[in-house]
């Protein structure tokens, strides 16, 4: 157990929790979502992101106030919370983003955590170095032994209650994130922020960034909260929460604003582009597109802000209320409708089906196979390792129909796509209460003779039989020797 985090629910490896960031006196639910705020420009004043939006954290940048003459001063007289106008937590960065855009931040982590600490930041950062993807393996591991040194020289800094972040680096090598990971699990510390994805999310590889968590995951365990540096578009938090991020940071719904882009949970359009709003936030419901290209900059900035912030608290809380009803796959299956990269991102989660079924709930409301990809959920995965846990009798009819009248067969199990053969005492139970389509996919009938097949490997002895209607001829191929497999009807007769 981690001090200062409390898990209260989950689904897949997504949770919701509890952050005590015992500096600000507060306790922040996660799933949660930073603003970041610039110190130079306040798109949207704080006190109203706490009054307007529910704001409980936000993150800034200590390095920048520390380089401002004016923010340096007001910051060290009056602290962060007075100077900003905001009485919620609030995380600093110290620098290191501006170091791997820049290159010229010659600040030490003993300095900018002294200097968080003397403006009464919450939860500090040390100078860690963001590696890029795809650089040498040399690079990676030279920079992540920096990294590594300056976790260590946060952790000996005595920062009374103020809460200090552990990154993890380790580019695109999942071995070096996941060694990472566990190091810094091994401190202190008391928050995980994953860094460097943000050239992988700007470049839509989705795909790698899951890669990239699931190692951090890996080497982290459940218990440390985790902030996903950089993410903060709508469309993959849902992505971003199955995989175990607690955290999130958005400087795209103010950055995006100046560049008159507009966000949705399926990817980021152009104000130009739209004759409609399709949202009901109070922006856009009180005005149409054309009416906001008529603001002046300023004006229609402002507004897209906070339409784009709008949209992502939004789905925050719906993603918040499908771990409470144990539906966050459906929701992550649904986004990945929403943008190839998305698609790309959930295959990717799914190829860590088997560390989601680690975390992931036994029982839940309901599973709905809502495509292909469905066939791949850790609930699939989980039901055929633990066939081999049933009892089974000599003779076995493995049915997508009824149960046949007489005493030909010892058993008469039920075959569902995806999950394959179950008794038919197990109907009432999670997963096998599960809505699934009239018509099964070819994915979902693979997927069930992989469990028959599992069935079949745990049961030598048993004679089997499978009953089934209009399967794909490779389904029906991938059923192993030894079965008999029969039509449905024949079977009837
Ligand atoms: N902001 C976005 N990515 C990073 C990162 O890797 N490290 C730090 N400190 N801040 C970030
Ligand atoms: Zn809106």
Redesign the pocket.
Known sequence: MRDHFEIRDADAAGRIGRLDVPRADRTVETPALMPVINPNRLTIEPARLEAEFGVEMLITNSYIIRETDALREQALESGLHEMLGFDGAIMT?????QL?EYSDVDVTTEEIIEFQHAVGSDIG??????TPPDVPREQAERELETTQQAIADAEAIDVGEMLL?A?V?GSTYPDLRQHAATHAAGTDLDVF??????PLMNGYRYDEMVTAVAAAKRGLGADCPVHL??AGHPMMLALAVALGCDLF?SAAYALYARAGRYLTVSGTQQLEDLDYFPCSCPICSEQTPADLRSEDDDTRTRLLAEHNLHVTFEEIRRIKQAIRGGDLLELVDRRARGHPAMYDGYRALLDHADQLEREDPVSKGTFFHTSAESARRPEVLRHHERLDRLAVPETVLLTEGGAPDGDTYDAAWRVVPPFGPFPRELSDSYPFTAAVPDRSDRAGQLAAADGVRALVDANPETAFTLAVDDWHQDAIDRVPEPVTVESLQEINE
Not at 93 to 97: I, M, N, V
Not at 125 to 130: A, H, R, Y
Request: negative net charge; aromatic residues 8%; proline residues 17%.
């Open positions: 960065d110290s620098g290191s983003f791997s950062t040390p100078v860690d170095i963001p972040n990154p680096q922020p994953v860094g460097a994805v943000v540096f950089g940071d």
